[in-house]
């Protein structure tokens, strides 16, 4: 997957999930600050990450979270180890 196609699939399941206009979404949006994503939607949107790439994110990965960029650059890269 490239990073186009994985910025594509992160704007389509935030646009899904909780209805944010898919213009608001750039790499530099801030999940909690920019597309006020609060910490059961940051759950429920690790959910459905699983779902539709089949990559789990450890609890530490989560954490590392902050914008659209990072979730794109966890899509790209090799899941951790302790996964």
């Known amino acids: 997957m490239d990073k186009e196609t994985a910025y594509a699939l992160i704007v389509k399941l935030l646009a899904d999930l909780f209805d944010i206009q898919p213009e608001k979404i750039t790499l530099e949006a ?3 600050r920019d597309l006020d994503i609060d910490s059961i939607d940051a759950v429920d949107l690790a959910i459905e990450f699983k779902k ?3 990559r789990q994110l450890s609890p530490e990965e989560f954490k590392e979270i902050r914008s ?3 979730i794109v650059n966890m899509v790209l890269a090799p899941p951790r180890e302790n996964c």
């Open 30 to 32: 801030n999940l909690y």
């Open 52 to 54: 539709r790439t089949g």
């Open 68 to 70: 659209v960029g990072d």
